[in-house]
């Protein structure tokens, strides 16, 4: 960097009231320093998004990497890049481990490029004691902000960069750039997006959770529940549509209370029932619904529907009735086996997946049998399986008989075990079928294959080309190897693939 490199700040006397032309207005003004400092350099200066835990992080991280493309930077490959960002998850302990983990090759990177900007946000930073050890041990960090202020990127970025290049640090900033907010009942709309893929897209439905399970940190670190606006949504997915996206998945924390805040209330099933009506749009997807909220009404919605696809996520956490209480998830046993029943009566060939955690306070040999009892019964398509983790501030935390972890290390194994001898056997079922796959991309270790999915989630790897890449293709599933299929395109007389719908 030039010696004498000093960022003049810009005025901003004409800076607007309303969102989201606040923050385009921000992005006019970062568009300006990314320039000068770009010019310094002598080339365009790089991004790069790292995502950390779930779907609605990553849907998160597009709008990120949307805004820092609109003010000029160019997406990288690598973390050796002139703007990081580090979209943090905190549902488990080890998500946060690997974070400070690699923060410090952060560091070191930015040794050697007295431009780059570090930024930190999502989950991890709702947390008081993550701001507090980052400013103790981490000043090398321009940016932190959390989950409710996430559409205030462009201002944040434009403070962040006056506070690190115009030798005039904001009032009380001193160097580090933090805003952190407690909660927010605000959705703000119709900021830059990048996607990551072209033909499929997450859309978020809805913000935060009200459930607060015992063991789960995430109300505290999303906020209360919050819906959008069907109208804005349905907007949304045609946008994308006419933008070429032929999959969306619908994103909340529990899908199934969709509406329920809204002026005028509406069920998620009802939203669906508009989403399907979309023409272009092939497939729907949603994540993640809870059991106790799962109607009647969804079920008779997704057995009719042509688009949704066949595949349910139905967390399960425990078989154990006794530990289902504890955990705060309001079903038992009985009634989570019999809604499968429910819902297997009505889709017969509906794929369905689970999150289980192992290890929860008090959770003795009995109630893991319930657990594996469970699994059994369902037979699961495919299940994530978790340790136990211990979030300060839940209620969990708190609880005594807290399980050893040899013990509950040895319970995990068991079910792992069971968990993919009986995902094996599952995807077995399909071979031999011709079935439509959404092709997503190059296969990684062969380039003269192409992976893509089957509308139950399964992935499919099959002989193709990139150009391939978006479209729905009849495959005959040759042969199933463990969890995925190999497959051949059935193609039409004119040696093209079918295409569906
Ligand atoms: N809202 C979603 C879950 C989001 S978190 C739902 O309720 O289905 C994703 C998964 O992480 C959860 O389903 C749970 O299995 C797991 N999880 C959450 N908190 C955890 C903790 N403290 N320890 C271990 N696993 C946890
Ligand atoms: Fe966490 Fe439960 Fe909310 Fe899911 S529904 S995010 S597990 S509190
Ligand atoms: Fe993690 Fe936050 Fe998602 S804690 S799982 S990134 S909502």
Redesign the pocket.
Known sequence: MEKNFRLEIADKTRLPESEPERQYYFMDIAREYVSRLAADKGSPLTFHVTTFGCQMNARDSEKLAGILTCIGYVECETEDADFVIYNTCTVRENANNKVYGRLGYLGTLKKKNPRMMIGLCGCMMQEQTVVDKLKESYRFVNLIFGTHNIYKFAELAVTAMENSFSGHPHKGAVGMTIDIWKDTDKIVEDLPVERKYAFKSGVNIMFG?N???SY?I??YVRGRERSREPAEIIREIKRLVADGVVEVMLLG??VNSYGKNLKEPMTFAQLLEEVEQIEGLERIRFM?S?PKDLSDELIAVMKKSKKICRHLHLPLQSGSSRILKKMNRCYDKEHYLALVDKIRAAIPDIALTTDIIVGFPGETEEDFAETLDVVRRVEYDSAFTFLYSKRTGTPAAAMEEQIPEPEVKERFDRLLAEVQEISAKKARRLTGCTLPVLIEEKNEQDAALVTGRLDNNSVVHLPGTADMIGQICQVYLEECRGFYYIGTPVTDGNGASDKQG
């Open positions: 959770c459930n607060f399970c789960c995430v109300p924390q529990n993640t809870h």
